[in-house]
Structures are given as C-alpha cells and as structure tokens.
C-alpha cells in the first residue's frame, strides 16, 4: 500500500518537473524569439547609421530634437519597466489585485510614452519634415516607429493579459505569460536606450 | 497634405484592382487557367469524395509535424513544377531569340518569368523541402514525441502557404516582379517598376519569410531542449547537428529580410527614401542588407542537405561516419564564416581593395569546412560495404558536381576575376551548380531514403536510377555550356543577343539539357506511381529497411502519433545501430502521454497575413485592416484558450503500442 502511494508520489513529482521543464522551454523559446527582435532592430539602427547624415538640404537631429521632451519619453518609458517589475513581483507573490494594479500603471506610462512620441512625429509631419523629406528621416520614423510599433503591441497584449489575469487568477499559464510580456516590456525598455542615445543624444550633439 | 494623400487613396474601395489586370496574352492566359484549374479541380475531387471533413480533420487543423512535414513537401513539389514550367520558358527564349528572331517572349514578360523562377525556387521549392524533411526527421532522431512549439509550427507552414498561394495569385490578377529574383533599387523603387509586381514580390517573401522565422525558432528550441535523457548534443545524428546550425542561421539572418523588405516596401507605399537615387537615400545599403541575409540563406538550404547526405553515406556504406566531431565544427566554422562573406556578390559595388581582399579570402576560408566535409562523406564510403541504391547515386553526383560548382565559386572570390564575371552567366553556372547538387539532390536522396519510413512501401528502384541518369545528364547538358557563354561575355537575364556572337548553339544545348531534365522530373513522377502500384509487392518495407542506424528506424511504420510508445534510452551515437546489437527487451511500465489538440487557428492567422498581403499589394486600405484583424483575433482567440493538449492514458498507450506490434509480428 504504501509503495503505490509513494510511487503515486514519484510519478505526481515527475509529472511537475515535466510541467517546469516544458515552461523552461516556452521562456527560452521566448528568449530566442527576442533575439530575432534583436537582429530586427539591429538592422534599423544599422540603416540609420548609414542614412543620419543624408538630410538631403532638410533639418538634421539637431534642428529638429528637444532633448527635454525626450527626456519626459524616457522617464516614462523606464518607469514603466519599474512598474512592470512591480507588477511581476506582485504576480509571484500570488497577489492578484494588485498584479493587475501595477500592470495598469504599466498600461498608462506606456500610453503617455506612446501619445508623446505620436505628438512629435506629427508635429515634424505638420512642419513639412516626414518620412518624405529625406533620407535621414526615412531612417528617423522607421527605427522610431518599429519601437513605436512594439510598444503598441506590448500594450495591447498588457490589455489582454490584464483581463486574462481578472478571469483566470494567477495560475502556472498566467504566469508564464506575465514572465514573458515583462521580458518583453524591458527589452522595449533597452532599445529605448540605444534609440535615446544613438538617435537622440548623437543626433542633437551633431550640429 | 498627407491627409489629402491619404483621403484619395481611400476614395476608391478597390485601390488600384480592376478587371484590366486580368492576364491578355495567350501564354500568361493559358498559365494562369492552369493555375487556377489547379485549386479548383482539387476543391471539385474534394467535395466530389466528400473528403472535407476528413480533410479538415486530418490536414488542415494538424500539430503533427509528421503531418505538416509531408504538407511542406506537397507544395514544394507543386510549385517546383511551376518552376520548371518558367525553367522551359527561359531555355526556350534563349535558344531561339537571336538576331531577327526575337523567341516567344516579350522582354518584360521574360523578365518576370527569370524573376518568379529564382524566387520561386528559393523560397517555396528549395525551403518548402527543407522544412517537409525536417519535420518529419528531427523529432524521430532526437527521441521526441513532438516539437517544443506545435502551434507556432503549424502557423509557420500556414504563413509559408499564405506565401505561395500570394505569389501564384500575381500569375491570375496583376502581373509578377520583373527586376530578378532580389529585386534591386532603384529598378524596384515605385518610379521604375509602377506596377504591382514588386508589391507582390515584397509581400510574399514577407509573410513567407515570418512563417520561415517561427519554424527557425521552433526548431532551435526542439533540438536544444527535446532531446531524450541520454542524447548529449555530441551523441545527435549528424542530420540535427546540421539542422541546428541551418536554424540558427534562419534565426539570425530571416530579421534581415524582413526589415529590407519593409524598408522597401515603405518606399514603394509611403514615399520613404531609403533605397531611392535622390533625397538621400542609398540603394547600395539594400544590396548589402539584401546579402546579409542572402548569402547565409545560401548555407541554410544547403546545411540540412550536408545532413542528409551524412546520414546517407553512414546508412548506405554500413560504417559510422567519419570524422564525426570534424563535421560538427565545420558546421559551425560554416555558420560562422557564412555571416562574413556577403560582399562577394557584389565586388563591383566599389568598397576598394581592401573590404574587397577581406570578403574575397573569407570566401576562399568558407571553402574549407565545406572540403572537410566532402572528404569525411568520401572516407566514409571507403571501404564500406556499399549499398548501391539511389540515394548514394545523388550523394555521388553531388561530390563531383559540388567539386566543379565550388571551385568556380573560389576562382570568383577572386575580386579581379570577380570583375570580369559579375552577373555573367558563368555565375548563373556556379550558384545552380551549387543548389542543384547541394540542395535538390540532397532532398532527392533524403525523400528516396526516409519515404518508406512514412508510407510502408520504397519507391521503385530502376525509375529512380533512370531519373537519376536523366538529370544528371540534363543538367550538365543546361550548366556547362552556360560556364563557355560566361566566359564569352554573355551576362545574365538575357531575352535577346545578336546572331553575329556566335552564342545561339551553346543555348541549343542548355535547351536540349532541360529536355533531359523532363525526362527527369517524369521518371520520377513515374516512380511515385509505380511504386504506389507496386507497394504490396517488393517494394514493402518493413520498420527498418535500410538497416538504419538512427532513432526513427526504430519506430513502427507508419509512426504513431506520439512517435515513441516508451522514450529511449540513448547512451551513443548511432542509438539504434548500437541497440540492434543487444537483446534488449523493453519492459518499462508505459506513462501517460500528452498530445497537442488539432487547431484551426494558425490557418486563420495565416488567411489574415494573406488578405493583408493582397490588399497592401493593391492598396485596399480597409481590407488590410481587415485582415491584420483576422490574424490578431486568432492569436489573441488562441491565447484564451487553456486546454490545448489531450491525454492518452498509459493503458491506451500500452494498448495502442501492442497493437502495433501484433501487426509488426503478422
């Protein structure tokens, strides 16, 4: 008897460590698929590179960037990354509520990000400076707006996680999902940086 | 002003379709009727043997990669015929159109037919094949019961077919890219190419491409973390080492492709100024990205091939493959070097001497490991008991003309010499010489080798020898003469020349080599038929006909759906092999077993990257929308949903497992 119950305990074991390993393996999956992203935004940066210079008789970064909005983008964006770290650790600690609390305050910063950038690319779209002007903005909305665009995606799947998690509690699914989307929102976070710096700093110290 | 932009282009729902985009002349009429018969008539034999449910049930909704390997395949060979229908067009414009006659083409209709063929061949012919082999194969020899990721699995081949089907769909409405198979600025940019054509390109490969992306990124994942206990990456048959590496490739090249595609897309639909002669944008930056991604493309095809001619030289010469760890490394110093070279397509661009002389001797390095391996496959066969059969005629073949094809390519790495053969045909020469024997023959000889493992039955020896025969000759007959014309100054992408060159016999004699190259693909078609004919008789093969020494000759045939009944136990290389040599009996206690539910979502997905695709192409706005909708709510519907896999318990496992047997033992 008590050695069916033991093996009912080795197999009930086994079975867990099966689950583990097969979430280890959607993460890394993940891990890999943002790598891809990584190559994606490599080859943008690289064609921007290339094109920063060729203004074609347009404005250059220098003209056209306020450092101090960017500025407003970026503290937005890394607080952001703050909160959603928050948010995971409340998802760890089982506390539902306000797992979805903080992945509100997530949602909102990342929309403020959003609507900023939107406000300034339409304000170089009103001025007669869009993607149509010249080389370097070419290269100027497409890097800016690919992240634009993975921020959105993150949003809506912050927007769908957010009632995932309001009608199904915080299981081994929701939370490996939430795993994944804030590793998804810190990688967003990091291309940021390097789009701060590369077309931002570069480009407003290059007169 | 951009409102304004915008404003007319939404004025008409169609964008820019209209029934004048209907083909006119008689040879794009009569392809495009037969295109079109092709779906039709199939839909017609469906509902006629009330086949959709099955159908439905059996294909459309599947997560086993068995299934989707062998649904991978189906198209690659479908549209293989519709690249050889190109294949007959082109030797057959080029024999003829010299001095007063001008052949059977217009100059832009040729052009558009040499574009579809590379980029059909590519993307849909040598990838589809690809893919179909390594989803059936790599999960049998890693000792898994499924892939890491089945639904991304299955959407990528949906992504694939969405694709294809786009690409054909330019053939019924519209008209194909007819600026090469890489689409080149400025000819590419909307001032030069106003037509839909380059849109249909761009949109093709794009969705293709993000279905070749997730399978990359699926099969990485399965080979690093499905391997049963004991299978330590040094003990993995060579055929996933070679995978491993191919993959990784696709993980690190396939953003690339992307991001050049969108880039010029952006131009051809936005007004972007990347790739365009004014405005400061750089066309020779989309050679460069297109390269970055292109020639490791080149190793991505032909790795898994290595892999099976690995298989196929241990298999067939009943010897363990030499050099074992050698071929792991030269896999990798490929993978590697592959990265590093994609300046030698276009030493003409001007980078000067010295980027030049660096992509020249890392061309001259790649050669290296690719040498490596061609010895390790001969040492293998020497002295090996060999079984003649026809999976070793292509191995054979693929040695010698490989041999021919590289050396060729190491004369070009040569940059002065590069600059007296760019874009000539001795280059056309050296890259089919390379991806015909390196690529098709290896997927001939892997399909000849694997398919009695899925159908039960070999497929018929003396049509698979005189298939053999037919291309080989037929395509020395095509290739060599096309190495004499290089020299003699013709370049590529040619619909006329002047009688005086004294060119048009040499292009009789590719012509009558692409003759053989029928008799070829019709001995094979033959084949398939015969042997389905014959399957009961001699060709019935048992679960090992080969005398395999691999994993996935260890399984019944057909497979299970769960692959493996009870995980093996791996302790070498060459698992099986070593196995056969024990009496062992497996008695382990059968385990419950979880497969993933059948889903028509990746279908779904798919049909709403095609609507986009279609609609981009011809700027119907509010279809777009539409279909990035579909594709959105399907996975969004997806993730919802909690239960995606079923159980079968250990004793229907065990049930199921005996029956087998039973059936094995009668």
């Known amino acids: 008897m008590s050695s069916i119950s033991q093996n009912a305990e080795v197999a009930r074991a086994d079975r867990l460590i099966e689950r583990h390993e097969k979430d280890n393996t959607t993460i890394f999956g993940f891990w890999v698929y943002l790598m891809t992203d990584c190559v994606l935004f490599a080859s943008l940066f690289a064609t921007f590179a290339v094109l920063r210079n060729n203004t074609f008789g347009g404005p250059s970064g220098a003209t056209l960037f306020s450092l101090p909005y960017v500025l407003v983008e970026t503290l937005s964006l890394l607080t952001s990354s703050f909160t959603c770290g928050l948010a995971l650790v409340s998802a760890q600690a089982r506390r539902k509520t306000q797992t979805i609390i903080w992945f509100i305050i997530t949602f909102a910063l990342g929309l403020t990000f959003l609507s900023l950038e939107l406000s300034e690319f339409h304000k170089f779209v009103v001025m007669g400076d869009s993607w149509r002007r010249s080389g370097f903005l070419s290269a100027y909305f497409t890097l800016v707006g690919t992240h634009g665009l993975h921020i959105s995606i993150g949003l809506l799947w912050m927007a769908v996680m957010i009632v995932f998690i309001y009608k199904r509690g915080i299981n081994k699914l929701t939370m490996k999902r939430i795993r994944m989307l804030s590793m998804f929102w810190h990688f967003l976070d990091v291309v940021w940086i390097f789009i701060f710096t590369i077309v931002y700093l570069f480009g407003a110290l290059h007169a | ?666």
């Open chain 2, 1 to 666: 002003m951009m409102i304004h932009h915008l404003s007319t282009t939404f004025g008409s729902l169609l964008g820019r379709l209209s029934l004048k985009w209907l083909p006119h002349d008689p040879i794009t009429a009569f392809g495009a009727i037969l295109l079109a018969a092709v779906p039709i008539g199939a839909a017609l034999l469906i509902t006629y043997t009330k086949r959709w449910r099955w159908l439905y049930r059996e294909w459309l909704t599947t997560q086993d990669p068995k299934r989707i390997g062998i649904m991978y395949i189906i198209v690659a060979i479908l549209m293989g015929l519709r690249g050889l229908a190109d294949v007959i067009l082109i030797r057959t414009q080029q024999a003829l159109s010299s001095g007063s006659n001008h052949g059977i083409l217009t100059a832009s209709h040729f052009q558009q037919i040499i574009s579809a063929h590379g980029t059909i061949m590519i993307f849909f012919v040598a990838m589809g094949l690809m893919f179909g082999i390594i989803n059936l194969i790599v999960p049998l020899q890693i000792g898994a019961r499924d892939v890491a990721f089945p639904f991304l699995n299955a959407t990528g081949f949906w992504l694939f077919f969405a694709g294809m089907a786009l690409i054909n769909v330019s053939l019924i409405i519209g008209d194909f890219s007819a600026t090469g198979w890489l689409a080149y600025p400025p000819l590419s940019e909307l001032k030069y190419s106003p037509t839909v054509g380059v849109d249909y390109w761009i949109w093709s490969l794009e969705i293709a491409g993000i279905g070749s992306l997730l399978a990359g990124i699926n099969f990485v994942v399965t080979i690093i973390k499905k391997r049963v206990k004991g299978m330590s990456l040094m003990k993995m048959p060579l055929f996933c080492w070679s995978v491993l590496g191919s993959m990784s490739l696709v993980i690190f090249a396939f953003p690339i492709l992307t991001v050049t595609l969108t880039l010029l897309a952006l131009d051809r639909t936005i007004g972007t100024h990347f790739f365009t002669a004014g405005y400061g944008g750089n066309m020779m930056m989309y050679v460069n990205l297109i390269w970055a991604w292109g020639h490791p493309e080149v190793y991505i095809l032909v790795l898994p091939a290595f892999g099976i001619y690995s298989e196929v030289a241990a298999v067939f010469s009943r010897k363990k493959l030499f050099g074992y760890a050698s071929m792991v490394w030269a896999i990798w110093a490929i993978v590697i070097l592959s990265f590093i070279v994609w300046l030698h397509h276009f030493f003409t661009m001007g980078a000067g001497s010295d980027v030049n002389a660096f992509f020249g001797i890392m061309t001259m390095i790649i050669a290296v490991p690719t040498g490596v391996k061609l010895f390790n496959w001969l040492f293998t066969m020497y002295k090996g008991k060999l079984n003649m059969k026809t999976p070793l005629y292509w191995l054979i073949a693929f040695v010698v003309v490989f041999t021919i094809g590289g050396m060729a390519g190491v004369l070009m790495a040569v940059p002065p010499v590069d600059f007296q053969l760019h874009n000539s045909l001795f280059l056309v020469a050296h890259f089919h010489m390379m991806i015909v024997s390196g690529v098709l023959f290896g997927y001939f000889a892997g399909i000849t080798y694997w398919y009695p493992k899925f159908l039960g039955f070999k497929l018929n020896e003396r049509l698979g020898r005189y298939a053999f025969w037919s291309w080989l000759v037929g395509f020395l007959l095509a290739f060599v003469p096309l190495y004499i014309l290089g020299f003699m100054g013709a370049t590529r992408r040619l619909d006329h020349y002047s009688s005086s060159l004294g060119w048009q016999p040499l292009f009789v004699v590719a012509a009558i080599g692409v003759v053989f190259i029928i008799a070829g693909v019709i001995f094979q078609i033959l084949q398939l038929i015969v042997s389905i004919w014959q399957r009961n008789g001699e060709l019935k093969a048992g679960h090992d006909p080969w005398d395999g020494r691999t994993l996935e000759w260890s399984l019944p045939t057909p497979i299970p759906v769960y692959n493996f009944a009870r995980l093996p136990e791996v302790s070498t290389r060459d698992a099986y092999w070593e196995a056969k040599k024990t009496n062992y009996i497996d008695d382990r206690p059968y385990e419950p077993i979880l497969i993933p539910k059948n889903s028509p979502l990746g279908l779904v997905i798919a049909a709403g990257a095609f609507i986009f695709g279609f609609a981009v192409v011809w700027h119907i706005w509010w279809l777009a929308v539409l279909g990035l909708a579909v594709s959105i709510f399907g996975l969004i519907y997806r993730s919802m949903d909690e239960h995606t896999e079923y159980k079968l318990s250990a004793a229907e496992v065990k049930q199921m497992d005996q029956m087998r047997f039973q059936e094995i033992k009668s």
